[in-house]
């Protein structure tokens, strides 16, 4: 559970289904240019718009294209109902390496109330989870003792904590010792490289599908002590992280991806919709700029 892994888009053809073969050509293409793994049916993913058919071709693919790589693959199976991500988590367990399943949005249980989720869904699969903090989305805003409590669960493998920032929390939570096996990825992608810095075990990034070796190289960098490279790597890759998420995900990033030929279609389903093309501009201009 460490290194960079591509939170991956769901491309769609033009008659509005997925699209396998894009998908197949993309998650090839991340993990040959050095990615450590894939995440498949996140939010970058529109997993929460898709059919539990259409989220099954998703895995497949994904699982034959990992496996022939021996790359990880972390699955999205988290809803806002304990009983519910149970059952996706149930479906999605025999496909995943791991599970990424998100605090319960919406709701804003209590702590324990959170806690108890992910205990229960755990308890439901034989494979690890990776717990999905991400406030500014779910509206729950955990203590530092509660994301503490959460990594010491044996069923959790590690966190994706995306505090938008580095806040007191993150710092807490990076600092704190955790347990042989448990890692926090960054999930925010312009805060991939100072969270490296400050103990994280690696990221998910959605910005990696457009510009995987980059990522790779900012992460070699950074765990052999080239800090001079790392932070350069860095700053290159600011302004696209930035243009990516100008307008919300991930229809940037599929405009982006479609103009290279990574996918066939940029389609997003509704109520996603199309970016401006101002927006596609920058994000292409921040890419071609990339030396790394």
């Known amino acids: ?108 249980p209590s702590d324990e109330g ?18 999905y903090n991400v406030p500014y989305r779910t509206g729950k805003q955990l203590s530092a003792e509660a994301l503490a409590r959460i990594l010491a669960l044996d069923c959790v493998a590690g966190m994706k904590h995306c505090a938008d920032g580095i806040d007191a929390g993150t710092l807490d939570l990076l600092a704190a010792e955790h347990g042989p096996g448990k890692s926090v990825l960054c999930g925010d992608d312009a805060y991939i490289y100072p969270m490296l810095r400050l103990g994280a075990a690696g990221g998910v990034a959605a910005s990696a599908c457009l510009a995987p070796s980059a990522y790779a190289t900012m992460l070699d960098a950074t765990w052999h002590g080239e800090a001079a490279d790392a932070l350069a790597t860095h700053n290159a890759l600011l302004p696209l992280a930035r243009a990516l998420f100008a307008e919300p995900s991930p229809s940037v990033l599929k405009a982006c991806l479609a103009e290279i030929g990574l996918i066939d279609d940029p389609a997003v389903r509704a109520p996603l919709h199309a970016p401006s093309p101002a927006s596609v501009a920058d994000a292409m201009r921040a890419f071609h700029a990339l030396t790394v």
Request: glycine share 10%; proline share 3%; hydrophobic share 50%.
């Open 114 to 131: 959170v806690i108890g989720h992910f205990a229960a869904v755990g308890a439901a699969v034989d494979v690890p989870l990776v717990a």
């Open 1 to 108: 559970m460490h290194g960079i892994h591509a939170a991956i888009v769901t491309p769609f053809t033009r008659s509005g289904e997925v699209d396998a073969k894009s998908l197949e050509r993309l998650a090839v293409h991340c993990l040959e240019q050095g990615l450590d793994g894939l995440v498949a049916l996140g939010t970058t993913g529109e997993a929460a718009l898709l059919t539990a058919e259409e989220r099954r071709t998703v895995l497949e693919v994904c699982r034959a294209v990992t496996e022939e790589s021996g790359a990880l693959l972390i699955a999205g199976a988290g809803t806002m109902g304990t009983e519910d991500s149970v059952r996706q988590a149930r479906e999605h367990a025999p496909y995943a390496d791991a599970l990424l399943v998100v605090v319960p949005y919406y709701l804003r």
